[in-house]
């Protein structure tokens, strides 16, 4: 296990350093927005991770916790690229209010295995929040096709071929696979942290 | 459109300070844990294996001095 996660550790690394040359170095200048279409290839990745928020306790518990770090880095991303691109930080589209309200969701099931000391009685409860939680989810996928919103379409998990350039799509890809590996290993390190935690405080 | 370069290096900026703040919560309360192990004697788990603490692990490389 420890060197599985110390393994996954070195494979982010090096996925987020491949991430960043192709971002920067090979993805050409996107011809309508300009540069500031870079923050795409970490602003994409950072949402795709809130996914994986289920299984046995402690992985449902290292999942939301990190699931919750990368959604506020989508969410931050967001808020820095709409700027530029729509003229505005924050508008309450669909695609947006329902991140954010599963954002809060995640939040409040942290808040809640932290109020309670017991911790079957914390599991149970939590569960409980991560089936509400997981049922945001596809509506925050299919947001964008249910109401009429700012915030694009998917550009990657749609029928049909996607519109993108074959670059934009390579660096687009390296950088999920890094964010990807990175999410692995922060699960894989704080599910053996939490297991710890239990053993020692026991 | 202009590049906005500053608005790309503020997004890959904060996204650099959120995940490297994360890894680093992970190391400390890592080594809250040995420390506490080490307290208990090991009376409730076996000691940490040789070179565990001190690994190679990315994630334990950077701790404060």
Redesign the interface.
Known sequence: M?RL??AL??L??AGLAAGLVMAFGVAP?EA?????Q??MY??VP?IYLWRRAAGADRLAHASAE?GV?FT??NI??GA??G???WGAWWTWDARLTSVSIMFVIYLAYLLLRAMIEDRERAARFAAVLGIIAALDIPLVHFSVYWWRTLHQPPTLLRPGSTPMDAMLVAALTINLIAFTL?SAY?VA??VR?LK??Q??L? | ?????S??F???G??AL??GG??RR?AR??RE?AT??RG?GGA??APARRG?SG?????TMTRPS
């Open positions: 420890k996660q110390r550790g070195w982010a690394v200048r309508t927005q300009g540069n500031v870079r923050i970490l602003h950072a990190v770090v506020s880095i931050a991303t820095i690229w700027k530029p691109t990175l922060f390190k704080r942290l710890r935690e053993e020692v026991a | 459109m202009p590049d906005n370069w608005f790309v503020a997004a890959y904060l996204a959120v995940l994360y890894w992970l309360r890592e844990l506490r192990e208990s409730r788990r565990e690994s190679a692990d990315p994630a």
